[in-house]
């Protein structure tokens, strides 16, 4: 076997290491008395003051930053310094290093001060000498959220320990980045709690800088293969949950370009706290449910040539085949009598379009087949439209299918689709609206427009989502179906939250918000924080008839990796995290309102 020469510089490391072993007391290497401290290295801004100069400094090594990539290197603490401003560690790029020296060994390293994706570092290193003997390193002990006169950047490459239970607040860059998002709670979007305004905004920012800490898996590279977190191997029965806890979390504080984020140098321990729910319960017999479901794009390609990829949904029929039997076995096991579609691919109704394909696939495993509503009128310019499926063998037609098409929701809002029913159990009539508000995002670049971020909480077009709802609302009331009654629900995604103005607006009209059981009040979860999209107003007469209302937490909480995508999975990884069960089966809860006359 062919062994590969060392370099000078791996040879004269070596040779250092070994000093190491001499007897105690010893002096292992004749360092300099006079070295520039850490902390004037960093100093107590951003970016170091010391920028491109060449030094020596001297510290312990706490941590080895991702050993055996590209990016390895040493983590050193400096002496306390006393100005509480300044961090005292600095990362070490050098990968020979990382190879070579460990946690607690006191060295001197000679290099160039930079800011290597905004971490303040040594790199270019010329020399390496072992100090002393090997120091016990504890780490700092640290709670969340953080302590008013502490803030993450003097923190930076700080060897950190918390004791405290962590919540687990997203798991988006999972996958893709061996990420999570932990809190010392779960995080709502401030205007799902309180009213919009300044302070709602200035919460967000609290959370994101005292609250919230990205937690690395340390491996340094995208799509790690196995993905473990402790000892949990993530697979479709195996899952991550928001909301589950993470414990006894040591490990070192890196910063880059997206922020900072804590890397493990003791594998941490993960409950769940947050378990995967039942199916909801059986209908009673005699009850009407209605329910609402974000199907997430669910296009087949019918009308465009080629079929696939299609416009916003699956890229391959295999992917379609797979989104299919996750859709389906959510919308089976809502057992509703009316269910409102948001997402489905605007391709007509005919037998061979998107909504027509999925209802024939439902059908195939309820034994109460369903049915869906044709419009006269094209839904609508957007891609996507939302759709009304019912039984009937529990309700029947009543009136005419009604569709808002004009202004405000001739554009961006999707027209609204409002249907009455008649409950054949209690023999009352009830007209659903299903809706689909305008989003949040692709804001005007104008910021003077009435519809760009105000910076209060509420995001940008607002003010299409609140005309929108006060036209909704008198467009109801003028019974758009020919069928005069007073039994109405709007349900669908109003992409506000619950104290928004969209919300508020319907409340405002008297239209009854329906509350779901105390934990499940929410369907969607963005950027680490939980809120709801997705609700249900209905009349007063309808409201005093609610026997119970859910928010089915089947999605929102779950990871993305467990959807129907293939994309940046391997042919092992497509297999393990795939279920034909309801489990991410969109990025949007389903939320079911039974009520019994």
Known sequence: MMRQSLTSKQLALLAAFACSIIAPGQALAECLADTTAISAIQGNTDTSPLLGRKLTTQGVVTAVVYPGSKAAGLMLRGEQSTNPLTANSLFIADIEAAAIYQPGQVLQVSGTVAELSQQTSLHQVSEIKLCGEAVTVNPQRLTLP????????????????????????????????????????????????????????????????????????????????????????????????????????????????????????????????????????????????????????????????????????????????????????????????????????????????ALAELTAALNKVTSKPYRFIITRQQPGTDAIKVALLYRPATVSVEGKAAMLLTAPFDWGSRPPLAQSFRHLASNELVTVSINHFKSKGSCPKDGKDVNADQQDGQACWNALRTRSAKALSDWLHSQPTGVSTDYQIIIGDLNAYRREDPIRTLEQQNWQYLHAAQGSQYSYVFRGRTGSLDHALASPTLAKQLSSMQHWAINADEPVLLDYNTEFKSAAQQKLWYSADPYRSSDHDPLIATFEF
Request: glycine content about 8%; proline content about 7%.
């Open 146 to 353: 953080l302590a008013d006169n502490l803030n993450w950047e003097r923190l930076e490459g700080a060897l950190l320990q918390f004791s405290q239970p962590l919540i687990v607040n997203d798991t988006y860059h999972l996958a893709r980045y061996g990420e999570i998002t932990v809190a010392d709670q779960r995080l709502m979007v401030p205007t799902e709690q309180q009213l919009p305004g300044e302070a709602a905004a200035a919460l967000f920012d609290t959370q994101q800088q005292r609250h919230m800490l990205v937690v690395d898996d340390g491996h340094y590279q995208q799509n790690p293969e196995p993905l473990v977190l402790g000892a949990v191997k993530i697979s479709a029965s195996q899952t991550l949950r928001i909301g589950d806890t993470l414990h006894d979390l040591t490990g070192v504080l890196l910063q880059d370009e997206r922020g900072y984020r804590l890397v493990p140098t003791t594998m941490p321990q993960f409950s769940q706290t947050n378990p995967r729910p039942a199916a909801p319960a059986a209908k009673p017999a005699k009850a009407l449910r209605v329910a609402s479901f974000n199907v997430l794009n669910y296009f087949n390609g019918q009308g465009q040539n080629p079929a696939f990829p299609t416009r916003r949904g699956a890229s391959t029929p295999a992917e379609l085949a797979r989104q299919q039997a996750k859709t389906v076995a959510a919308l089976a096991a809502l057992d509703a009598d009316v269910i409102g579609l948001l997402e489905v691919e605007n391709n007509g109704y005919g037998q061979q379009g």
